[in-house]
């Protein structure tokens, strides 16, 4: 088993969850939403190239995309539209990934802090922890791609919550299930782990310094050591 990890984890001083796809299970909801919505407006686009294109990149650049690709005039209203969908379809059928709850309480009980940062907004965010139960496990832990001017693949979310948190970006790892996601730790000079439980091919996570992992389990075995 790759050692990377172990070696990381004993280090880390705080871990930094991306959302959708890590911890909630909304990464094979989002991009069917926007594909529809997409070809609604004249942009026809399926699921898994919405994933290729967006996954992980803020809402305000998803926005901007469709906006200049559609062949109707797109109102302002469209991203209020596009999260109220996703909220109600997740509300449907909330889920974690697989393994969420048993490493979060191995990170409790080692005293290792988490906290989640993600391109979505608060109000998304919160909905989707709340849904499944783990709101009250990253309260005042909440760091939203709104509270930055540039969102990921930009390193200044990451780097927001590390200093929020006071912690120094070496000691952070994030655990991230998109490219863009890692091209952000990376640029903010963290170790990444990407996670490829999801929908996301391990092929295009290989950038993270520390590994691909298909289960979040692993990090407790690979923290062990």
């Known amino acids: 088993m790759n050692t990377r990890p172990r070696r990381a984890l004993r280090d880390t001083r705080l871990v930094i969850f991306d959302c959708d796809g890590v911890l909630v299970d ?44 559609a062949t109707v005039p797109l109102g302002p209203g469209w991203l209020g539209v596009y999260r109220n969908r996703v909220r109600d379809a997740f509300a449907a059928r909330p889920h974690t990934m697989p393994g969420v709850r048993e490493l979060l309480d191995y990170l409790d009980l080692r005293q290792l802090p988490y906290c989640v940062a993600s391109s979505g907004s608060h109000e998304r965010i919160e909905h989707s922890l709340t849904a499944t139960g783990l709101i009250e496990r990253f309260t005042g ?13 930009a390193p200044d979310l990451f780097l927001h919550a590390a200093r929020s948190l006071g912690c120094p970006p070496a000691h952070c790892l994030v655990v991230e299930d998109s490219p863009a996601g890692v091209d952000a730790a990376l640029a903010a000079g963290m170790p990444a782990v990407g996670y490829s439980g999801g929908p996301t091919e391990p092929g295009v996570l290989s950038h993270a310094t520390l590994g691909v992992i298909p289960d979040l389990t692993h990090l407790m075995v690979t923290a062990g050591g």
Do not use: C, N
């Not at 832990?141 to 693949?153: E, I, M, T």
């Open 26 to 69: 909304t990464e094979r909801i989002g991009p069917a939403i926007v594909a529809e919505m997409a070809t609604e407006v004249g942009w026809p686009l399926t699921p898994a190239q919405v994933r290729r294109r967006f996954l992980g990149r803020p809402e305000s650049y998803l926005y901007e995309q469709v906006r200049a690709h």
């Open 141 to 153: 832990k909440v760091f939203s791609a709104d509270d930055v001017p540039r969102g990921k693949p």
